[in-house]
């Protein structure tokens, strides 16, 4: 699962899925995952908001990869996080903090701890209106006592109409174990329910 891989200088990620506002503290997303790196996954979630301040967000990811010289790894993994959330004017903090359990079809079961600490800002007065964010997130591996992740990323996400999202980012990512890379995320939402609350 580790071992070091060539350097790629930029990999994306197409993320198209939807989302529901089952009720005014529920909220629940699926998404489908492809990437250039010839990996799948599946990623479904829940995000239970407690209060203003504190959102459980359980999660569930299947991660498929194969390669053109037959090689074929599939995980089972569980990315549960609570995040604690404080406005401060018009900028908005957010404090992730999870803990993802891996289990691969190899028998190389892995456990982390990831904290993703994320500044956002609106560009436009308005409920809806884009946002501009960046983040820093660093990922402790259980198994190895130490830091072995880190991402900074900026991104955009806005609502392009009442049932269409869109969250665009890049992220620098330094790996001790598959080197540096960069990394583009565009992932699009659907919500045609009549719930449109935004994420």
Request: charged share 15%.
């Amino acid at each position: 699962m580790f071992a070091q891989e060539p350097y790629r200088p930029t990999i994306a990620w197409n993320l198209p899925g939807f989302m529901y506002q089952a009720s005014p503290k529920v909220k629940v997303m699926a998404q489908y995952g492809i990437s250039t790196q010839r990996m799948q996954v599946v990623y479904p979630q829940v995000f239970i908001t407690l209060n203003k301040y504190v959102t459980l967000n359980p999660a569930y990811l299947f991660i498929d990869f194969g390669n053109a010289g037959g090689y074929h790894y599939q995980e089972h993994t569980t990315m549960n996080s609570i995040i604690l959330t404080v406005p401060v004017g018009k900028f908005l903090i957010e404090d992730r903090n999870m803990i993802w359990n891996r289990f691969g079809n190899t028998g190389e079961d892995s456990h982390f701890y990831r904290n993703r600490l994320r500044f956002s800002h609106p560009l436009s007065p308005g409920t809806n209106a884009p946002r501009l964010y960046i983040y820093n997130e660093a990922s402790y591996y259980f198994g190895a006592g130490k830091w072995v992740r880190n991402r900074i990323a900026i991104g955009l996400e806005t609502s392009v109409t009442r049932w269409f999202f869109i969250d665009l980012s890049m992220l620098r990512q330094y790996d001790r174990y598959e080197g540096q890379s960069n990394v583009l995320f565009l992932m699009w939402l659907f919500q045609p329910w009549h719930s449109r609350k935004r994420v």
